[in-house]
């Protein structure tokens, strides 16, 4: 898909990305303390980069899963309409289960992944988000850790992109498009 020419201003730097996760995981680490293990599931494709790092600054019996969501696809603007295109591998139920995404938006996929995997009945279900826009909140959930709170602004960096592009910058830039 052909994009519109833009410019990425630096928003967050990849330092206080890092300072910002180790302080997560000081949390993390409190709630989830004496767990035998800790069901981390990253929710694909954008939170691969901000899990691998969580995980690795976790000092915790850590089992890492995948599910991918998709209310997006190539676009600018959520469908609204969850998709769900991967399921977890492994079971749940009556497990501490840690719900790891990139950017919270509208709110919807997280929502609605919530309410999945609530249904499957883990001992305790909590969710960390990188990014959150709580001015783009169109469903009433609020991640239960954040790592940003950021302006209605398009992002790219860290794990998110634009039209498959960007994913690989190590800090978060706001995308500006150029006129033309």
């Not at 494709?45 to 600054?57: K, N, P, Q, T």
Request: negative net charge.
């Amino acid at each position: 898909m052909p994009t519109r020419p833009y410019v990425i201003d630096e928003m967050i730097s990849a330092k206080a990305i890092a300072a910002r996760i180790e302080d997560l995981c000081r949390e993390i680490q409190k709630e989830y303390d004496g767990t035998d293990k800790l069901v981390v599931v990253g929710l694909l494709r954008g939170s691969f980069v901000f899990i691998a790092d969580l995980v690795r600054e976790l000092d915790l019996p850590i089992e890492v899963d995948f599910l991918e969501a998709s209310s997006y696809g190539d676009v600018m603007e959520s469908s609204r309409e969850v998709r769900i295109l991967k399921d977890l591998r492994g079971a749940i139920e009556g497990r501490d289960v840690l719900v790891v995404e990139d950017i919270v938006d509208t709110g919807h996929t997280l929502n609605h992944v919530t309410h999945l995997l609530e249904s499957r009945h883990p001992a305790r279900l909590k969710s960390i988000a990188l990014l959150d826009k709580p001015s783009r909140r169109e469903v009433d959930f609020k991640a239960s850790w954040t790592g940003f709170e950021i302006p209605d602004e398009f992002v790219v960096g860290y794990g998110i992109d634009y039209a498959q592009r960007n994913r690989n910058l190590p800090y978060i830039g706001k995308v500006r498009f150029l006129e033309g």
